[in-house]
């Protein structure tokens, strides 16, 4: 069946640091992609999406690429702030059934003033 | 903009009691959904829901559980007979019917279900 699989986790970095988070799938079709953002307490955010083929996805100075040769969609950031600290998912929704979406196991991040 | 609501933000209930969580999708999206977190994990599919019917379920959502959309506007989650790993948080998602790749499902805030 579909999944997503990213780096585990936690990463630490320094304040304007360069951030990626890679993240690979396994899907049938042709699926959407998407990585959500979840801060201490709260629900899921979207924080960007990819709909096909070398699409990038940008928001927040975050930015991912719809990778299907290498089936990934790595999250990468130039400068991390210490308000980026959270838990960042990966997550697919394909074209079957019910558009049912997939997330990886997420990975948290602790950025450091 | 509009948004996907749940009620109640936290609830706390005891063990083989029954539940029911209440979200409202937006109104014009016509897939439902439910997933759930339990503390620290990743995000589980739970089933989804289209015309009146559940359109795929995942394993987790044996005869323990149950959704409804009773109403135009609300859809609910049922837990039969709460067990202690049923606490997690639970998230309602709602998306619109769509053109080709367009997939995106708006989540709720979620519900704190604690069974003690």
New interface residues.
């Given amino acids: 069946g579909d999944s997503v699989t990213q780096m585990e986790g936690p990463v630490t970095l320094s304040e304007e640091a360069f951030l990626t988070i890679n993240c690979t799938y396994t899907a049938t079709g042709y699926p959407s992609l998407f990585w959500y953002v979840q801060y201490p307490g709260e629900g899921l955010q979207l924080l960007l999406k990819a709909t096909k083929a070398d699409d990038k996805g940008s928001n927040k100075g975050f930015e991912a690429t719809y990778r299907k040769e290498t089936t990934s969609f790595h999250l990468e950031k130039g400068s991390v702030q210490v308000s980026d600290s959270a838990v960042y998912f990966c997550a697919l929704t394909a074209n079957t059934g019910g558009f049912k979406t997939i997330f990886g196991a997420g990975t948290r991040l602790f950025v450091k003033a | 903009e509009p948004e996907v609501t749940q009620t109640p933000s936290h609830q706390v209930t005891q063990m083989g009691q029954e539940v029911i969580l209440r979200c409202v999708p937006i109104s014009n999206h016509l897939?439902f959904?439910w997933?759930r977190q339990i503390l620290g994990?990743?995000?589980?599919?739970l089933v989804?829901?289209?015309n009146n019917e559940i359109?795929?379920k995942s394993e987790i959502f044996d005869d323990q559980f149950s959704v409804e959309r009773p109403d135009g506007s609300n859809f609910t989650l049922k837990i039969r007979s709460t067990k202690l790993e049923d606490s997690a948080?639970y998230?309602c998602?709602s998306?619109t019917l769509g053109g080709?790749?367009?997939?995106?499902?708006y989540?709720?805030?979620?519900t704190r279900l604690t069974v003690t």
Avoid at chain 2, 100 to 105: A, D, F, R, S, V
Avoid at chain 2, 107 to 110: A, I, K, R, S
Wanted: overall charge negative; hydrophobic content about 25%.
């Fill in positions: 897939y959904y997933y994990q990743k995000v589980e599919f989804s829901f289209y359109s795929e948080m998230f998602a998306k080709q790749g367009e997939y995106e499902q989540f709720g805030p979620g």
